[in-house]
């Protein structure tokens, strides 16, 4: 469901010249599987995420997504795709459900679809409590939850989360967590980018190492552990960007 291809991004800087957010980044992800993309801040996960959901167009390379090429179909791609980018802001003055709703609309449901997809996506994330309340008065954690629900409203088959759990409690990331594997039992395409270890070595069939725009090492967490000697995933991580370094 999607594959890159030597994706490259360059950015021009002022001060620094050239800069490549991404160089050369290729891997697959299968249906009903999790690939986790790590990295550091900066390291270029979110930009590769932001090329395959088609709000960057790669300076080279490609990708295709659900059979759709990023570059020549984007808005076949946007109709398959659900992104959550980390820090999108949600409208103030809205109801959780209206947020969803409004989405919902956006991408061409019909009130009786969509009224079902908001009562599902309540009670799959857990929402009941909170789907009547305004935004602006949102935890941090309902806000993420009706984001979610946001880009899933349309049922895509490809899921895009980039630190999804970055600011939350132990018990909302969990249920998150949680939610994301389901996604994967049902047939889910799913990318789940992040820097938080654990979460990915016991989320993630595949994971792909990030660092400095450059694809380092890719495998299941045990083959990395075999690979690099590494106790934990969190180890791997380190011995793979930072070879150097104290074990």
Same mark, same amino acid.
């Given at each position: 469901?999607?594959?890159?291809?030597?994706?490259?991004k360059?950015?021009?800087?002022?001060k620094?010249?050239?800069?490549?957010?991404a160089?050369e980044?290729?891997?697959?992800?299968? @249906?009903?599987?999790?690939?986790?993309?790590?990295?550091?801040n900066?390291?270029?996960?979110?930009?590769?995420?932001?090329?395959?959901?088609?709000?960057?167009? @790669?300076?080279?390379?490609s990708?295709?997504?659900?059979?759709?090429d990023?570059?020549?179909e @984007?808005?076949?791609?946007?109709?398959?795709?659900?992104?959550?980018?980390?820090g999108?802001a949600?409208?103030?003055?809205?109801?959780?459900?209206e947020?969803?709703?409004?989405?919902?609309?956006?991408?061409?449901?019909?009130?009786?679809t969509l009224?079902?997809?908001?009562?599902?996506?309540?009670?799959?994330?857990?929402?009941?409590e909170?789907?009547?309340?305004r935004?602006?008065?949102?935890?941090?954690?309902?806000?993420?939850?009706?984001?979610?629900a946001?880009?899933?409203?349309h049922? @895509?088959?490809?899921m895009?989360?980039?630190?999804?759990t970055?600011?939350?409690?132990?018990?909302?990331?969990?249920?998150?967590?949680?939610?994301?594997?389901?996604?994967?039992?049902?047939?889910?395409?799913?990318?789940?980018?992040t820097h938080?270890?654990?979460?990915?070595?016991?989320?993630?069939?595949?994971?792909?190492?990030?660092?400095?725009?450059?694809?380092?090492?890719?495998?299941?967490?045990a083959?990395?552990?075999?690979?690099?000697?590494?106790?934990?995933?969190?180890?791997?991580?380190?011995r793979?960007?930072?070879?150097?370094?104290?074990?």
């Open positions: 469901m999607i594959e890159a291809r030597g994706l490259t360059v950015f021009h800087d002022k620094r010249g050239l800069i490549r957010g160089d980044v290729s891997f697959r992800v299968e @249906p009903g599987r999790i690939y986790g993309l790590l990295g550091a900066g390291a270029g996960k979110t930009t590769t995420l932001r090329m395959l959901a088609t709000l960057l167009r @790669p300076t080279s390379g990708a295709v997504v659900a059979g759709c990023v570059v020549r @984007p808005d076949r791609v946007r109709a398959s795709v659900g992104f959550l980018a980390a999108t949600l409208y103030a003055r809205l109801t959780a459900r947020t969803v709703a409004y989405f919902g609309r956006l991408n061409g449901l019909d009130e009786a009224r079902a997809r908001i009562r599902s996506l309540a009670d799959e994330l857990g929402m009941g909170f789907l009547d309340r935004c602006d008065g949102l935890s941090t954690g309902m806000k993420q939850k009706t984001s979610i946001r880009m899933l409203v049922d @895509p088959q490809v895009i989360f980039d630190e999804p970055l600011g939350l409690d132990v018990m909302t990331a969990r249920a998150i967590v949680g939610f994301v594997r389901e996604c994967r039992g049902r047939g889910k395409t799913v990318i789940y980018s938080v270890m654990s979460e990915a070595e016991k989320l993630c069939d595949v994971v792909g190492v990030i660092h400095e725009g450059r694809m380092r090492a890719e495998g299941a967490p083959e990395l552990r075999a690979r690099t000697g590494g106790a934990d995933l969190e180890e791997c991580f380190v793979i960007v930072a070879p150097g370094e104290p074990r």
